[in-house]
């Protein structure tokens, strides 16, 4: 599985995400962030973002105040730049966007390790099962979230994965194998 805190595959990666990768070097954002231990996360380190998909950052962070401030004094002058403090399971969670360098950026900070966030937990699932599904399960998720599907409802419509909640149903598969994702998973498509 990659390593998703190496940034470097972005460099040689998609067309996508060598401008992600050149949007973040200009931008200079994972150097801020660096303390709190910041990964791309979402759709375009998985290829599989659409027209107009953000740069997702995630962050490990235990002085919401103080990552606000240090976002806010580098980039509040920026094209759309909101700040938000929500409670996401009775954790609180700090959601910064902006434009900058052809992306909207979205940091989103948790006194969470970022291995333990849902977002870093539902790219790492999502990304073994884009392995067991192959160019037609990367193929269909695009056409499904072009069509305006969320990232994770489209995952659980192409893999039939069961359960009312597609972020739940996500986790809930992390701890089978990869062969116990295959015998489930391996030949579902959609109808």
């Known amino acids: 599985m990659r390593n998703w805190h190496d940034l470097t595959y972005l460099r040689t990666g998609t067309v996508r995400q060598q401008q992600a ?15 709190h231990t910041p990964v791309l996360a979402g759709t375009i380190p998985l290829d599989i973002d659409v027209s107009g998909s953000d740069l997702d950052i995630i962050c490990e962070c235990h002085d919401l105040d ?17 700040e938000m403090r929500l409670n996401i399971s009775d ?21 969470v390790p970022v ?9 790492d699932m999502e990304a073994r099962l884009l ?23 489209a995952f659980a ?11 739940e149903a996500l986790l809930d598969l992390e701890a089978l194998s990869d062969s116990e994702l295959f015998a489930r998973f391996g030949k579902t498509k959609t109808s």
Not at 23 to 35: D, F, H, K, V
Request: aromatic share 14%; glycine share 8%.
């Open 157 to 167: 419509r192409y893999f039939q994965i069961p359960g009312d909640d597609p972020y």
């Open 131 to 153: 392995t067991l599904g192959g160019q037609d399960a990367y193929r269909e998720i695009r056409q499904l979230k072009e069509q305006g599907t969320k990232t994770e409802p």
């Open 91 to 111: 954790i609180p969670t700090s959601v910064i966007s902006y434009y900058a360098a052809g992306f909207f950026f979205e940091i989103f900070a948790q006194p």
């Open 21 to 35: 990768w050149q949007a973040i070097a200009e931008t200079r954002i994972m150097e801020l962030l660096q303390p």
């Open 66 to 82: 103080h990552l606000e401030s240090k976002v806010r004094a580098n980039f509040g002058g920026h094209k759309d730049y909101t």
């Open 115 to 123: 291995i333990k966030q849902n977002a870093y937990r539902h790219m």
